[in-house]
């Protein structure tokens, strides 16, 4: 074999050997990495919906405690959609997590997933609101959403003579639902409270404005609006304002959303029932773990609201609770 011969093939030789020292120690990695990961957790969550902040900040607070514990969260968004999120719920159990988040986009809807979740002996956690059958649920954590509206009501009562009210709802969502209960509960017995109008808008701002300004045709002389939500409220005001009735209507909200905390500072909102999805967020993932530890844990977790008018916005404009 000639000289150049030789040096060709030793470079190869050298090339290869290179080439299966770095496979090797690729393997050695990936060997690693997959005896770590059998130690990382997976848990799912799945929201009604992630075009609202308040679901992506509790989305948020759960990332950062499961992450903190050197786990795995999966969410999913159906978009408002039953049907997709109890898909959304079969894959997580495919998937093998070992807890599951989850904010009913119909609250009575949803069995058919939690019935599935609960054979799979995957514990679930409700989020932001109640569901039907609460024996398929390990835990809930809300706020208390009728308070909610017994407070945007007693504050209606402190500051106005009557009125006539508009409502905007969404009856799917069981939060929803107590809400307005409460509110309406507050002022069954004051007759010169009237509700002449209301809507479903599923607690989009998209859906709020168009539902808005169509009771405002229906009902020109609505000097009161009632908003399941804060976006909801805020599809309202947008609704109010092209109307140029803005500052002569009270509205009302629950959440607390920064937008929202402006409105009322600038004298466009009257009151929001601030609620708090960072407190939200870390109870149901405190549950979580306490679940997977196996210690016995609060079949319901109620946090108070508290409501956020001009007088004492101020102090809280920066932010979300």
């Not at 989009?204 to 609006?225: C, G, N």
Request: aromatic share 6%; net charge negative; charged share 25%.
């Amino acid at each position: 074999m000639e000289k150049r011969e030789r040096y060709f093939w030793g470079i190869v030789g050298v090339l290869l050997v290179c080439l299966l020292l770095a496979g090797l120690a690729q393997l050695s990695r990936m060997d690693l990495s997959a005896r770590q990961n059998e130690h990382r957790r997976k848990m799912g969550a799945v929201y009604m919906t992630l075009n609202n902040p308040f679901y992506e900040i509790v989305d948020e607070e759960i990332r950062m405690e499961v992450e903190r514990h050197g786990d795995v969260l999966i969410s999913r968004d159906p978009a408002l959609s039953v049907d997709r999120q109890e898909e959304e719920v079969r894959e997580l159990i495919d998937e093998g997590v070992e807890i599951l988040f989850i904010n009913p986009a119909d609250w009575q809807r949803i069995e058919p997933a939690l019935k599935e979740a609960y054979a799979a002996h995957v514990p679930v956690i409700a989020i932001d609101t109640n569901v039907q059958d609460e024996k398929y649920v390990a835990s809930t954590v809300v706020s208390d959403n009728y308070l909610a509206g017994l407070q945007c009501a007693q504050h209606l009562l402190d500051t106005s003579k009557g009125g006539r009210i508009a409502l905007l709802k969404h009856s799917e969502a069981r939060s929803s639902v107590d809400r307005i209960q409460g509110f309406l509960d507050r002022l069954r017995v004051y007759p010169e409270f009237q509700i002449v109008d209301e809507e479903e808008c599923m607690g989009q701002l998209e859906l709020a404005m168009p539902a808005m300004e169509r009771m405002l045709k229906r009902h020109p002389d609505i000097d009161i609006v009632m908003a399941l939500n804060d976006p909801a409220a805020m599809g309202a005001m947008a609704a109010l304002q092209n109307a140029g009735r803005l500052d002569d209507v009270k509205v009302y909200g629950v959440d607390g959303v920064p937008e929202t905390k402006e409105m009322i500072a600038q004298g466009h909102m009257v009151a929001t029932a601030g609620q708090s999805p960072r407190q939200i967020g870390r109870r149901a993932a405190e549950q979580a773990y306490r679940i997977l530890a196996g210690e016995t844990i609060s079949r319901l977790i109620r946090l108070p609201t508290h409501l956020i008018t001009r007088e004492n916005v101020h102090g809280s404009l920066e932010g979300w609770d």
